[in-house]
């Protein structure tokens, strides 16, 4: 629906509608006077429809003014989206004025904008009597490779201490193996089929999806904590503005501005000491020699994280408010920089992928020519044709070394926000998770990085600390888990019940609590099944918003350099790989995907990956090495297993699905 572009007739057509909604006058309408104009960060919760043309803001303004529902507009001149001067009418809670600050910087988006002068919501009531606090650590790109999973090559004594502490999970899958479907996934506490975000272009928020529920965040919000985090936590830009105000306290205990920041200042004194490694690389790894005062990224997430913790448990030891602080690390994620004395600490001699080979009998859609360490496809078994040889040969071990050395800076930094809840004996009264948005290949079947259905792709570490609710600390556990699960665990712990309503609409995970209560939890379990998956796309798809599909550098159009959908519009993905893991088997249906409908469409399956997880307890070295070598779905003697499961994993994927909105 458009505002008429004959901006004089139009104007007098909405002042004549207008007369039909006097009923709804508000006690403080809406000003339009060029002086009432502010500057707003734009953002989702655009009302239905949406999309009108006006000729400036103040036109914008008044169409906001006379329809019923509008609590503020947003004018955008020239949408690139659009093609026209874009008024959008906002729904409550959706439009953040922009600090002075922020107002001229590009990178802010502040467009003009006018917001109703309501009155604000009632504050939450007060958090249950005893709820405990939540220290909630997330990193990107960080595969289950501690001392604690059994990687003697990594030196990580922080994370190892909480594992001893607490339950450390062998077998959790991401729903997702790449960061802004998997955050929007977890953070939301919903399944990509149900946020209907499957790559960058999307978010959970989106009117008729998720804007009415009650994210992770949100909730202990809701329930009367102080909320609050710094990093990478939601993908940065989806949600925008790492979904403020809807899932973070906007104000400090003292009332001062508290926004949350995906970082600090970073004044990193020196160049790269080292790069990595050899012609046409892209420099994975850079090793600094930081002079005193100056930070990288993530020492200034820490630094943040400490000053706000510490605002957090001063509150909280004065009035009893609980706290959720969460931490997010952009590291590992590439590329690797981080302080060299952590690359100097790790062993030299790290020993490279036992088996480097694509699994046999393996259809290439499953490979991934990563973005970020980009190699094409290398025919092993006799699937299709090589491109290529593999990069990596001769140095794969000093890659490895690079990024354990990674993990271990990242395990220092987390292990600083850890010790300030200990430090003030808080340590009966907080739980403390960790664990990271999706895998990591490092080499093992000719892959690097993440953006795979296989095992190393989907599994994710996770550690949970809770000392009240736990009966044998120090044990690990290889019940299947899920990063939904995160969600209702966590509410669980802590001491509050589950959102209901719209808002709670949509939670599939389960609470993973049992496993810590359990006496033995390596016999325990929660669930049977897990559910992930990955869409491909022909690298010849010309429906994206970047400058191709997705961010491979070989674009070959073949299944042996398929595009990881990174831009696709979601309508246009060609294929999505559905993986359901078990106790002991794991297997993937790839099909061709129903852009309209935007399911699978199985009766149009492309290729199908089987393979034995007997005897995986998720311990390195062979969790790392020894499965997911031959693909068993051609085996006929796996073929009654394989006719099974391909039932079960289409139930289950379908039991899962949702409708699209109506306005679609």
């Known amino acids: 629906m458009e505002f008429p572009t004959k901006m004089a007739r139009g104007f007098v057509l909405v002042l004549v509608v207008a007369v039909a909604f006097l009923s709804y006058a508000r006690a403080d309408p809406l000003q339009c006077g060029a002086s009432d104009i502010k500057q707003c960060h734009s953002a989702e919760g655009s009302m239905a429809p949406d999309n009108f043309t006006t000729s400036n803001a103040t036109e914008c303004c008044a169409l906001c003014a006379q329809t019923p529902g509008c609590a503020g507009f947003i004018f955008r001149a020239d949408s690139p989206k659009d093609k026209v001067n874009a008024c959008h009418l906002k729904e409550p809670g959706y439009l953040h004025l922009c600090t002075s600050e922020e107002i001229g910087n590009s990178d802010n988006d502040c467009l003009p904008c006018g917001i109703v002068n309501t009155p604000p919501p009632p504050p939450p009531p007060p958090a249950p009597k005893g709820a405990k606090n939540v220290l909630f650590l997330v990193s990107d790109d960080f595969r289950p490779s ?120 970073v004044n990193k004194s020196n160049e790269c000491a080292e790069k990595c490694c050899g012609s046409n690389d892209t420099a994975h790894y850079c090793l600094y020699d930081l002079k005193p005062n100056t930070y990288l990224l993530d020492q200034t997430v820490r630094n943040l994280v400490l000053q706000r913790l510490d605002v957090a448990v001063d509150n909280y030891k004065k009035t009893g408010q609980p706290f959720f602080v969460g931490m997010g690390t952009h590291r590992p994620h590439l590329m690797w920089e981080y302080p060299k004395s952590f690359y100097d600490a790790s062993p030299v001699n790290v020993p490279e992928a036992k088996v480097k080979e694509w699994p046999v009998d393996t259809h290439p859609i499953g490979f991934h020519d990563c973005a970020e360490m980009s190699h094409a496809f290398v025919n092993t078994n006799g699937v299709g044709v090589p491109l290529g040889t593999d990069y990596w040969t001769g140095h794969e071990a000093e ?166 959908c990174h831009w696709t519009d979601r309508a246009y993905i060609n294929y999505m790989g559905y993986k359901m893991r078990t106790a002991n088997m794991s297997i993937t249906q790839w099909v061709v995907w129903n852009g309209t409908g935007l399911r699978p469409l199985w009766n149009e399956p492309v290729a199908t990956e089987l393979y034995s997880h007997i005897g995986d307890t998720g311990i390195a070295p062979m969790a790392f090495d020894d499965y997911e070598n031959e693909n068993l779905a051609n085996n006929p003697d796996y073929a009654d297993i394989k006719e099974k499961l391909l039932l079960e994993l289409v139930a289950l994927a379908e039991s899962y699905m949702t409708p699209n909105p109506s306005t679609w």
């Open 146 to 265: 501690t001392g604690a999973y059994g990687v003697q090559e990594v030196i990580t004594p922080n994370l190892d201490k909480l594992a001893k502490d607490g339950i450390l999970f062998t077998a959790v899958h991401t729903q997702f193996s790449y960061c802004a479907p998997s955050r929007n996934s977890f953070m939301s506490g919903r399944r990509p089929d149900a946020t209907k975000v499957w790559n960058f272009n999307d978010n959970f928020r989106e009117i008729g999806v998720g804007d009415k529920w009650t994210a992770l965040p949100e909730h202990f919000k809701n329930s009367g904590y102080l909320v609050t985090g710094i990093g990478k936590l939601y993908h940065p830009g989806v949600p925008p503005r790492f979904d403020q105000p809807r899932s973070w306290s906007e104000l400090a205990p003292d009332g001062s501005p508290w926004p949350y920041l995906d970082s600090g200042k």
């Open 399 to 564: 890659m490895r070394r690079a990024y354990y050395g990674c993990l271990s800076y990242v395990d220092d930094l987390l292990g600083s926000a850890v010790k300030m809840v200990d430090d003030n004996n808080l340590t009966d009264s907080t739980v403390v998770i960790w664990t990271s948005d999706h895998g990591w290949h490092l080499g093992e079947h000719d892959l690097w990085c993440k953006m795979t259905t296989l095992e190393l792709g989907t599994r994710v570490p996770l550690i949970i600390r809770a000392p009240w609710r736990t009966t044998s600390p120090g044990s690990y556990s290889p019940a299947l888990g899920e990063l939904v699960d995160l969600y209702p665990t966590l509410v669980d712990l802590a001491g509050i019940t589950m959102p209901t309503g719209v808002g709670g609409e949509y939670l599939t995970g389960v609470s993973l609590a049992p496993i810590l209560e359990a006496k033995d939890p390596k016999t325990a379990s929660v669930k049977n099944r897990t559910l992930s998956q990955f869409p491909r796309c022909w690298q010849n798809n010309t429906h994206h918003t970047g400058k191709s599909p997705g961010d491979e550098r070989n674009y070959t159009n073949s299944f042996m350099s398929m595009s990881d």
